[in-house]
């Protein structure tokens, strides 16, 4: 077991951000380490109802929770972040689903306990008072739009879309924003695919997510009167919840609400050709359930119920490393949909919140952090055949030492990929059935790629 000279040790500047040192391996986040690189700030409890999904507001040098409570919208001022002040609760539909979008100084609330979408007007906060009504459809719909499981706004194009509830088969319903957000118009629909349980649009491209027949459809949304389905693709849970482009419009990733679920990542810089790219999740083997993923820059935060939340480098989104969490779910661990609903991600500050649906006693709980956003320490590389230079298949690679432990097997090409986010010292041992084992020690910085490319002699062989 030594470090031979038929290892390269190239180091060499990377692009897309990424200072590469070319020597040789790879391995995946294995175990959960609880509440890493985010520090806790303050917690509030609703006794009384439960919690859904968060979002977040920022106007005049303030920052707002938005939260979903049981019994209506909830808002918290959260400018400090240690000492989070309940501003006024709007009364809606008494249901524990709740998810909440904004557009300029309008949000807006869907519920599945009905009464169509909730707008408020939160121009005048801090102060309580505050204008809000229920819109119910016009038009062709008049009247006619009660529940609604989930919504998303196209920010760019001045657009809501209403996923799930009662009209069309659960399909998307179209609103147009732009002329007076406080009463949509509505202008179309997409249910040629049927119910849409939740979705992401951007500049007018729907990514929407159909959890019943697990696969996520890209549709050009250009003409509300026409869309145009270009492609689908099945996730590796294949009961697709939520999905979140990367800002660069390159990556999707998706979340599967399944218990042992993954995040994934796809490249859909070309979206008639979609390609798999990395699939990763908080607590190998402990059975959580993934929920929302959301973006920020070269992070994906994402809430995993019992897990709490992830913070997951995406920098290289065909080798997704986890590089924080924070447990919010102290009671447990493992499936099931107890824990951590959603996370808001993007706020001026940095600050993210994070809602627990119920805590005990059917009391929700609003979290809030600070997060310290890392760069993970990449390690990849090729495993081959010293002698024939062919590639080998499943020849397993470990980090030792590391917390968690990373280890990975080589695919069918040989190829690895892995990474963490401690920098240091730490020795990498590559094993495989029939052939000598492999180690050397190799030094993780963040933001640097090591490629590791291996050559296992077989045993019996003398490796001089």
């Given at each position: 077991?030594?470090?031979?000279?038929?290892?390269?040790?190239?180091?060499?500047?990377?692009?897309?951000?990424?200072?590469?040192?070319?020597?040789?391996?790879?391995?995946?986040?294995?175990?959960?380490?609880?509440?890493?690189?985010?520090?806790?700030?303050?917690?509030?409890?609703?006794?009384?109802?439960?919690?859904?999904?968060?979002?977040?507001?920022?106007?005049?040098?303030?920052?707002?929770?938005?939260?979903?409570?049981?019994?209506?919208?909830?808002?918290?001022?959260?400018?400090?972040?240690?000492?989070?002040?309940?501003?006024?609760?709007?009364?809606?539909?008494?249901?524990?689903?709740?998810?909440?979008?904004?557009?300029?100084?309008?949000?807006?609330?869907?519920?599945?306990?009905?009464?169509?979408?909730?707008?408020?007007?939160?121009?005048?906060?801090?102060?309580?008072?505050?204008?809000?009504?229920?819109?119910?459809?016009?038009?062709?719909?008049?009247?006619?739009?009660?529940?609604?499981?989930a919504l998303h706004i196209d920010e760019t194009k001045?657009?809501?879309?209403?996923?799930?509830?009662?009209?069309?088969?659960?399909?998307?319903?179209?609103?147009?924003?732009?002329?007076?957000?406080?009463?949509?118009?509505?202008?179309?629909?997409?249910?040629?695919?049927?119910?849409?349980?939740?979705?992401?649009?951007?500049?007018?491209?729907?990514?929407?997510?159909?959890?019943?027949?697990?696969?996520?459809?890209?549709?050009?949304?250009?003409?509300?009167?026409?869309?145009?389905?270009?492609?689908?693709?099945?996730?590796?849970?294949?009961?697709?919840?939520?999905?979140?482009?990367?800002?660069?419009?390159r990556t999707i990733l998706a979340t599967d609400e399944?218990?042992?679920?993954?995040?994934?990542?796809?490249?859909?810089?070309?979206?008639?050709?979609?390609?798999?790219?990395?699939?990763?999740?908080?607590?190998?083997?402990?059975?959580?359930?993934?929920?929302?993923?959301?973006?920020?820059?070269?992070?994906?935060?994402?809430?995993?119920?019992?897990?709490?939340?992830?913070?997951?480098?995406?920098?290289?989104?065909?080798?997704?490393?986890?590089?924080?969490?924070?447990?919010?779910?102290?009671?447990?661990?493992?499936?099931?949909?107890?824990?951590?609903?959603?996370?808001?991600?993007?706020?001026?500050?940095?600050?993210?919140?994070?809602?627990?649906?119920?805590?005990?006693?059917?009391?929700?709980?609003?979290?809030?952090?600070?997060?310290?956003?890392?760069?993970?320490?990449?390690?990849?590389?090729?495993?081959?055949?010293?002698?024939?230079?062919?590639?080998?298949?499943?020849?397993?690679?470990?980090?030792?030492?590391?917390?968690?432990?990373?280890?990975?097997?080589?695919?069918?090409?040989?190829?690895?990929?892995?990474?963490?986010?401690?920098?240091?010292?730490?020795?990498?041992?590559?094993?495989?059935?029939?052939?000598?084992?492999?180690?050397?020690?190799?030094?993780?910085?963040?933001?640097?790629?090591?490629?590791?490319?291996?050559?296992?002699?077989?045993?019996?062989?003398?490796?001089?």
């Amino acid at each position: 077991m030594q470090f031979r000279s038929c290892l390269s040790a190239i180091a060499r500047s990377a692009k897309a951000g990424v200072a590469l040192v070319t020597l040789t391996v790879l391995a995946t986040l294995s175990l959960f380490s609880q509440n890493l690189n985010n520090t806790f700030r303050s917690k509030i409890s609703f006794p009384g109802q439960t919690l859904a999904n968060v979002w977040g507001y920022e106007s005049r040098g303030r920052e707002y929770a938005l939260v979903g409570g049981a019994k209506g919208l909830i808002i918290v001022d959260i400018t400090n972040p240690d000492a989070a002040q309940q501003i006024i609760q709007i009364s809606g539909p008494n249901n524990l689903w709740k998810e909440i979008k904004t557009y300029k100084h309008y949000a807006y609330i869907t519920s599945e306990g009905g009464q169509g979408i909730q707008v408020v007007d939160l121009t005048d906060l801090p102060s309580p008072t505050l204008q809000s009504h229920f819109y119910t459809g016009d038009g062709a719909i008049l009247g006619q739009l009660n529940a609604i499981h989930a919504l998303h706004i196209d920010e760019t194009k001045g657009f809501l879309y209403a996923w799930g509830g009662n009209l069309f088969g659960g399909g998307a319903k179209i609103f147009d924003l732009k002329a007076d957000p406080y009463n949509p118009v509505y202008v179309g629909k997409f249910d040629q695919l049927g119910y849409i349980h939740d979705g992401y649009v951007d500049n007018d491209t729907m990514y929407s997510c159909h959890i019943y027949d697990g696969q996520y459809a890209i549709v050009n949304m250009a003409d509300k009167s026409a869309p145009e389905l270009i492609n689908t693709q099945t996730t590796p849970g294949a009961f697709v919840h939520n999905t979140w482009i990367t800002d660069d419009r390159r990556t999707i990733l998706a979340t599967d609400e399944v218990n042992n679920s993954f995040l994934s990542s796809w490249d859909v810089s070309d979206p008639t050709d979609i390609k798999f790219l990395d699939k990763i999740q908080s607590n190998p083997g402990s059975s959580s359930m993934v929920h929302n993923t959301y973006v920020r820059g070269n992070w994906a935060v994402t809430s995993w119920y019992k897990d709490g939340f992830t913070i997951v480098d995406i920098t290289r989104p065909d080798n997704l490393v986890q590089v924080g969490n924070f447990d919010t779910y102290p009671q447990g661990q493992g499936g099931g949909s107890s824990g951590c609903w959603g996370v808001y991600h993007n706020f001026s500050s940095g600050t993210i919140i994070a809602s627990n649906i119920d805590a005990g006693g059917g009391a929700g709980e609003l979290w809030i952090l600070t997060p310290n956003y890392v760069r993970a320490c990449y390690l990849e590389g090729i495993i081959t055949d010293a002698l024939t230079g062919l590639p080998l298949q499943n020849a397993q690679v470990q980090v030792v030492g590391s917390n968690p432990l990373l280890q990975e097997l080589s695919s069918i090409n040989g190829l690895y990929k892995t990474g963490q986010q401690a920098e240091g010292y730490y020795k990498v041992t590559v094993t495989k059935t029939g052939y000598q084992d492999f180690e050397t020690f190799i030094h993780f910085q963040r933001g640097e790629l090591i490629e590791l490319n291996v050559p296992l002699f077989p045993n019996g062989i003398r490796n001089v």
